[in-house]
């Protein structure tokens, strides 16, 4: 449907389910299939004139099994493994029971998400709780994660339509390349 209503301005990228990734037209990217059965995530590469951009957005359902968590950590391990010299990774991971500022969770898939993190020395720059419903206690559940610190800034906005989670705005510290349009 964006196509329709600005055919000249954005190109989707999609996989599956809600998992969508915009990128302006005049940016050279291309959607990236990794060899990797986690559920539900989609990976764009962005080329620029200071290293590739590889983005990558997952879901991870509360109630996944263990066999897509492991794959969720393998997915994270092919994506460090990628030449790109920039990896932003985003979306809901769905880990309430992590502790951000201490780094521990309380559940073998948190752990082992964590150890994977840490392997890799993978930065995430959430700081503040994304979800918040009713009465419940709010929680961290997205998250923006990255190789390198080129997050300049996170801005939390209000969610969308009847959403309880915040829409996250982030803004990176890498030039673009923008493709010459004469």
């Not at 059965?37 to 263990?66: D, F, M, Q, W």
């Not at 964590?114 to 709010?138: K, M, S």
Request: glycine share 4%.
């Amino acid at each position: 449907m964006i196509e329709l209503l600005y055919p000249k301005v954005w190109f989707l990228y999609a996989r599956i389910r809600g998992i969508i990734i915009y990128a302006m037209k005049d940016i050279k990217a291309k959607q990236i299939t990794i060899a990797n059965v986690a559920n539900e995530h989609v990976c764009v590469e962005l080329h620029n004139k200071n290293g590739n951009i590889l983005i990558l957005c997952i879901y991870r359902s509360p109630s996944t099994s263990c066999e897509n968590n492991d794959n969720i950590n393998k997915l994270m391990n092919d994506i460090n493994s990628c030449k790109a010299k920039f990896k932003l990774i985003v979306g809901d991971f769905n880990f309430s029971d992590i502790n951000w500022n201490k780094w521990e969770g309380h559940t073998v898939a948190s752990n082992n998400f964590l150890h994977t993190l840490q392997g890799h020395f993978l930065i995430q720059h959430v700081a503040f709780p994304t979800r918040a419903r009713g009465a419940n206690e709010p929680s961290l559940l997205d998250l923006v994660i990255s190789n390198d610190n080129f997050i300049d800034d996170i801005e939390y906005l209000s969610p969308l339509g009847k959403s309880d989670l915040s829409v996250l705005s982030i803004s990176c510290k890498i030039q673009q390349q923008v493709e010459d349009m004469e």
